[in-house]
């Protein structure tokens, strides 16, 4: 335990009390639906705004003679007998492992330590996958059900075999480390480096989780080591805090009072996802980096090193902690977030132009991109549950807690007629996350992978809240705050797996998951229409799925009219069968089915059984 370490306080965790009660309240009141004999959801008891009313009354009157926890017999949206398959938490389990062993066996190569197909930052986010799903495996009891019932395995190797598929993903990731390309992506942009330091973070816990869980430590430790895994958690650390050194140059205050700059290659343009990373990445290095003494610098500027060397860095510096508070503070004040409480794209600076001669123009942040995207509404999940643990905050999971209720409810699941299911509303349609380019097809590696990105860190903000002496790293929860921010997350649990249905529902026949789950709902049977509209804003850009546009808004001077920052182009396509079609593979369109659109389907499934089932057992 670092010394100063402080439980939270009592008043405080009183007040969060009321606070997330309130909020399970509303989440209750919203969410609980009738249904009718085949499960297909009725009206709401009350409407949404009749709901917002009653939560304000109740966080007015406190909620003593009241009970927090969500009743198992909650349906919601678009809940379906068919939905009830993976009721069950081995279904998820095995659909979680069917996922990552697809993922891995199909796109991962072991000789060259990557996915040869993916790009440096998507290679990053699997790599963050993969350690994220083997925390889930090692803390999971499944294995113990699946040995019993199978008949190929004696009951007695239970930890063989569960060490065995641990250790395998493991050495995919060691080999990983050798394969990322490490040297390029130190001259790309200031997300994608951001991507990188997440990437050894999340590999760094799940390793001290599995050592944690199965290797207590010994007294005679030349005899008895370490897990081996351990061994390899000061690699993973440099290179983490090599990353985060050199992404954090992006925090700009000469524009727009703070932010970070997305690309230093093309005009300042600050952007929810940069933003987002860094507040994560941050708090994530103050909780989870172990330090480093590794001086080898790869690239630094003069003013960085000492001969040609770096200084030690050290484990839970308050600078981390800072940079993360900073960030959530500027983020919360740049006016990112739509009608509907989601996060745009950006902000440009108006009349922004560079060269010698240049001008900062305004030098704010006033010209303000509409596009939105999945992943936009995912990121900061993980920042805010990190801002909670290292300050016992109580507003942090407050907001956290909101986003996530705007981003289901911009999906259309509360909406109960025929024609509101199928029409977009915001960020999906029919209760199921969607890209605006999923349903035409043209979506690039980056549109790919974003829902998978969503779910990954709606997962980590929903883990259970240290409320143990030795599970916490700063703040410990109460047992009240412990149990409200489960119940919380627990009512998310209908529409988590709607999600994980529509996703399964768009595998092929080799275990593929393709990239636009909300026709996955077509192999159940659901009557989905044809009617794809998307609407998108009209000040939006959707640069991620096109390419940078090659004008002077987004472009310097000397980059207009070169191909840096295009995507391949992929054709918008019919998001409909051709009359003389017998049989169509929507999913097979354009990219078709990659190791992105791969770990979407697994992060799906991990959300549902860490978040739903997994806390069932």
């Given at each position: 335990m670092?010394p100063?370490?402080l439980?939270?306080?009592p008043?405080?965790s ?21 249904t ?7 009206k709401?008891f009350?409407d949404?705004?009749?709901a917002?009313?009653?939560?304000s009354?109740?966080?007015k009157?406190g ?6 926890s ?18 069950h938490s ?7 492992l069917?996922?990552?062993?697809v993922?891995?066996s ?9 996915w040869p197909d993916?790009?440096?930052?998507t290679?990053a986010?699997?790599?963050?996958h993969?350690s994220?799903?083997?925390g ?10 699946t040995?019993q019932?199978?008949?190929?395995l004696?009951?007695t190797?239970?930890?063989?075999v569960?060490?065995?598929i641990?250790?395998h993903?493991?050495t995919?990731l060691?080999?990983?480390y050798f394969g ?22 999340e ?5 001290n989780?599995h050592?944690?869980?199965h ?5 005679e430790?030349?005899?008895?080591p ?10 993973f650390?440099h290179?983490?805090r090599?990353f985060?050194?050199l992404a954090?140059?992006g925090w700009d205050?000469s ?9 230093p290659?093309?005009?300042p343009y600050?952007n929810?996802i940069t933003?987002?990373?860094y507040?994560s990445?941050?708090?994530s290095?103050?909780?989870y980096?172990?330090?480093?003494n590794n001086?080898s610098?790869?690239?630094?500027s003069?003013?960085?090193s ?5 200084p030690?860095?050290?484990a839970h ?7 993360a508070?900073e ?5 919360k ?8 409480g989601?996060?745009v794209d ?8 560079g060269?010698?001669?240049?001008s900062i123009?305004t030098?704010?942040c ?10 936009n509404q ?5 920042g805010?549950r990190?801002?909670?643990?290292a300050?016992?905050?109580d507003?942090y999971?407050e ?19 025929e ?7 915001g ?6 996350l969607?890209?605006s ?5 043209y ?7 974003f829902k ?7 997962t980590?903000f929903c ?9 916490r790293i ?7 705050l ?5 119940a ?5 649990g ?10 399964h529902?768009?595998r092929?026949?080799q275990?593929?998951?393709?990239t ?6 077509r192999?159940?049977?659901?009557g989905?229409t044809?009617q794809w509209?998307v ?6 850009t959707?640069?991620r ?11 310097l001077p000397?980059t ?6 295009e995507?391949e182009?992929?054709k ?12 169509w593979d929507?999913?097979?369109r354009?990219?078709?089915r990659?190791?992105?659109?791969q770990?979407?389907?697994?992060a799906?499934?991990?959300a ?8 069932k057992?």
């Open positions: 670092v100063g370490r439980l939270a306080r008043g405080r009183r007040h969060m009390s009321f606070r997330i009660f309130s909020l399970v309240l509303l989440l209750r009141t919203v969410i609980s639906v009738g009718d004999s085949t499960g297909r959801s009725g709401p009350v949404q705004h009749t917002y009313e009653q939560w009354t109740s966080s009157q909620a003593k003679s009241h009970t927090a969500p009743s198992t017999d909650t349906r919601a949206g678009f809940w379906t007998q068919n939905e009830r398959k993976i009721e081995n279904d998820s389990f095995r659909r979680l069917d996922a990552l062993d993922m891995q199909s796109f991962f190569e072991v000789w060259i330590g990557t993916a790009i440096d930052w290679a986010v699997m790599g963050t993969v994220a799903s083997l889930v495996i090692t803390s999971s009891n499944e294995y113990d059900d040995i019932a199978s008949k190929d004696n009951p190797t239970n930890v063989t569960k060490e065995n641990v250790n993903y493991l995919h060691e080999a990983f990322e390309n490490a040297f390029a992506l130190r001259g790309q942009a200031f997300d994608d480096m951001l991507w990188v330091v997440l990437c050894w973070l590999s760094i816990k799940f390793i989780l050592s944690a869980l290797y207590p430590p010994s007294h430790p030349k005899h008895f370490a897990w081996f895994g351990t061994q390899f958690i000061p690699a650390a290179r983490a090599i985060y050194d954090s140059k205050t524009l727009c009072g703070g932010g970070m700059v997305w690309n290659y093309l005009t600050k929810a933003n987002q990373l507040i990445a941050s708090v290095m103050y909780l980096f172990p330090g480093d001086s610098p790869f690239i630094v003069p003013q960085d000492q001969d040609g060397r770096i030690p860095a050290k510096d308050p600078k981390y902690l800072e940079a508070i960030g959530h503070k500027w983020l004040s740049s006016n990112m977030t739509n009608s509907k989601l996060y950006g902000y440009h600076v108006r009349g922004w132009h060269g010698e001669n240049g123009g030098g704010q006033n010209v303000r991109d509409e596009m939105v995207y999945t992943y995912g990121v900061l999940l993980s805010l990190g801002l909670w643990e300050t016992g905050s507003g999971l907001e956290g807690h909101q986003l996530i209720q705007n981003v289901i409810s911009a999906t259309g699941w509360y909406n109960q007629e024609d509101e299911r199928h029409r977009w509303a960020i999906g349609r029919n209760g199921i969607e890209e380019c999923d349903a035409r097809g979506c690039s590696q980056d549109g790919q992978t998978g990105i969503f779910f990954l860190h709606l980590a883990a259970p809240l240290p409320s143990r002496e030795s599970d700063f703040f410990i929860a109460t047992g009240n412990s149990s409200l921010h489960e919380s997350c627990q009512l998310y209908p529409w988590i797996r709607h999600n994980a249905e529509a996703a529902g768009t092929d026949s275990g593929r998951y393709g636009w789950w909300t026709y996955g709902l192999h159940r049977g659901d989905v044809d509209d609407e998108v804003a009209s000040e939006g959707d640069y799925n096109h390419g940078v546009p090659d004008n002077k808004l987004w472009r000397e207009i009219g070169s191909p840096l920052f995507h182009a992929t918008e396509q019919p998001p409909f069968p051709p009359k003389e079609s017998d049989s929507p999913n097979a354009g990219r078709g990659t190791v992105e659109t770990s979407g389907g697994l799906v499934f991990r549902l059984y860490r978040i739903v089932d997994m806390v057992t």
